[in-house]
Nanobody
Framework: QVQLVESGGGLVQAGGSLRLSCAASGGSLSSYTMAWFRQAPGKEREFVARSPLSGGRLQYADSVKGRFTMSRDNAENTVTLQMNSLKPEDTAVYYC????????????WGQGTQVTVSS
């Protein structure tokens, strides 16, 4: 069973940057589609970015395109989310998740890391 642990959240001013990391254990990420989601207070969880299996094209929510960059290191079993030009509306708990194709559901989730962007 894959276990995911996020890190790197914190408090940053608008326009600043943060880099989130997700470390995996119990399985090789090369076999999983990896994704980032976020959930703001009082709102539903929303998709942020997705990295398909090796060689697949990265996908981003429209709200973060051009500002966030997701990457994966299968050798290190980690994924990262570089967040630049942060806005107050990016404030949320960010979650790392994985699913193993052909399953469509994300079966494994991290505990989340808080990102707070002040105006």
């Amino acid at each position: 069973q894959v276990q995911l642990v996020e890190s790197g959240g914190g408090l940053v001013q608008a326009g600043g940057s943060l880099r989130l990391s997700c470390a995996a254990s119990g399985g090789s990420l090369s076999s999983y589609t990896m994704a980032w989601f976020r959930q703001a207070p009082g709102k539903e969880r929303e998709f942020v970015a997705r990295s398909p299996l090796s060689g697949g094209r990265l996908q981003y929510a429209d709200s973060v395109k051009g500002r966030f960059t997701m990457s994966r290191d299968n050798a290190e079993n980690t994924v990262t989310l570089q967040m630049n030009s942060l806005k107050p509306e990016d404030t949320a708990v960010y979650y790392c998740a994985s699913r193993r194709p052909p399953n469509s559901d994300y079966a494994y989730w991290g505990q989340g890391t808080q990102v707070t962007v002040s105006s």
